[in-house]
């Protein structure tokens, strides 16, 4: 599994990184517009369960551990009795002047089998789509290595379409409740969206994109700190359960979280 964890301290949209972020959001095969989704509404499931005590918003005074972090993110993706493809971390506030925005954190992808089975044909259009999501591939590893893109930096494999969604998750940022993340971090409340139908009539851009790029369930959990999404090619209905325990994980505050890690 390719390792897509960005150093703390980088900043996607610096200056200096512009010419790869141009090439997400710039490209003509792309069937989708990926600006950030900073102002689009979503669809919150019927049944809602709101965070405890979360009628206002504190951040964690200790600082992140991106370890402890990253550890978390896997801990949900490998040990849980559901299939999901990918967990992200949204953090709060990643705008140092103190702007209200959830940008990305962290990011945890496993993929899956269907990824494997549901190779498309290789037509003109999916093999210049696959030339461009493996040239912004090798300068993002360029990046998070610290070197320079280079043609013999080959990537094989096939940029699966949940692969793709996933890479393009490190450029958005939401503001103002704004998309799913945004919507279930300023509301305290879980956003749980399964099924191809319900994700393509949500009025919230991401949803619509995840549904076109393969996903079946898309949730995000608000936290103090920020929101944990978890996406899956596989329809999983909502559970309690889960939430608590992505929340108790999540408890930032906790040391000593050796034992969360074991989920099921």
Known sequence: MPNYRLPSTMNLWSDDNASMMDAFMQSD??????????SAS???????????NSSSKTLNQQPFNQDSLQQRLQAIIEGTRESWTYAIFWQYPVDVSGASLLGWGDGYYKGGE?????KRKTTPT????????????RELNS??????????????EEVTDTEWFFLVSMTQSFINGGGLPGQAFYSSVPVWIAGHDRLAASPCVRAKQAQELGLQTVVCIPLSDGVVELGSTD?????????????VLFNFNNNEIGSCYHLN
């Open 114 to 118: 269907e990824d494997k089975l549901n």
């Open 126 to 137: 999916f093999v210049a789509e696959q030339e461009h999501r493996k040239k912004v591939l």
């Open 143 to 156: 990046l998070i290595s610290g070197g320079v893109s280079s043609t013999d930096d080959a990537v094989e």
């Open 42 to 52: 979503t669809t919150i499931t019927t049944e809602r369960e709101r965070e405890p």
């Open 235 to 247: 329809l999983i209905f909502q559970s309690s359960d889960l939430m608590n325990k992505v929340r």
């Open 29 to 38: 095969i792309s069937p989708f517009n990926w600006q950030p989704s900073s």
